[in-house]
């Protein structure tokens, strides 16, 4: 059975911390390939920052492209939203039983995971990766429960964390640079860095 991760974002826009990382788990042999699923706009949480996701999505692909262990994925784009990870996880399941899906998230989520929608039900049935996010980083491979996640103890599939270093790459600070006319290249794959210039986004 293939072993996929889904590694869901915004990628508003996507970086090379974000192919790096996803490449990572797949060298580090935690899965065989990774999906970058791109999530679409809330309509009830509009956001004036974030790009429509048919661009974001046409980023990721071409970040992905010279990564055969990458897929962007556009699999939440036809969910009801708000949608939850269980939902797409459960979906996944039906529309792909050949694979085993695992959850790729950054330590900031796996602080506040207890409080996402049937987050004991994500824990039973799937593995889960945990990369770190800050220089703080409480996460080790013996506890990989930050203090803040009173997870200790949940019957869960397995809990992996990522031995990944933190590199600075920032979508945040990419669209900083560039409302302010500067450039961000050195952040993004050069078909990243083109499309967005040909379309000129994230301008003020």
Same mark, same amino acid.
């Given at each position: ?10 990628? !508003?826009?996507?970086? @090379? ?7 990572? /788990?797949?060298?580090?042999? @935690? ?10 706009? !809330?309509?009830?949480?509009?956001? @004036? ?12 692909? @071409?970040?992905?492209?010279? %990564?055969p262990m990458l897929q962007a994925c556009d ?33 900031? !989520? ?19 990766? /945990?990369?770190?996010?800050? /220089? ?6 013996? !506890? ?6 009173? #997870?200790?103890g949940e019957q869960r599939v397995g809990v992996q ?15 900083? #640079? ?16 083109? %499309? ?9």
């Amino acid at each position: 059975m293939l072993r996929t991760g889904i590694f869901g974002g915004t990628f !508003n826009p996507i970086h @090379l911390g974000h192919t790096a990382l996803a490449t990572s /788990v797949c060298e580090q042999g @935690l899965v065989d390939e990774v999906w970058l699923m791109v999530s679409p706009q !809330n309509p009830f949480k509009q956001n @004036l920052e974030l790009l429509d996701e048919d661009m974001r999505l046409a980023m990721t692909r @071409l970040a992905v492209a010279p %990564y055969p262990m990458l897929q962007a994925c556009d699999f939440e784009f036809n969910f009801p939203r708000p949608s939850y990870t269980y939902h797409t996880l459960q979906a996944l399941r039906a529309a792909y039983p050949d694979r085993e899906f695992s959850l790729i998230i950054g330590e900031d !989520n796996w602080d506040s995971f207890h409080r996402w929608y049937r987050s004991d039900d994500i824990l039973r049935e799937t593995p889960i990766v /945990v990369y770190p996010r800050g /220089v703080d980083s409480q996460i080790t491979n013996h !506890n990989p429960s930050s203090p803040s996640a009173p #997870l200790e103890g949940e019957q869960r599939v397995g809990v992996q964390v990522l031995d990944f270093p933190l590199l600075p790459y920032s979508s945040t600070e990419i669209r900083t #640079l560039l409302a302010a006319g500067e450039d961000a290249g050195h952040m993004l794959h050069p078909d990243v860095a083109q %499309y967005i210039h040909r379309h000129n986004l994230y301008k003020q």
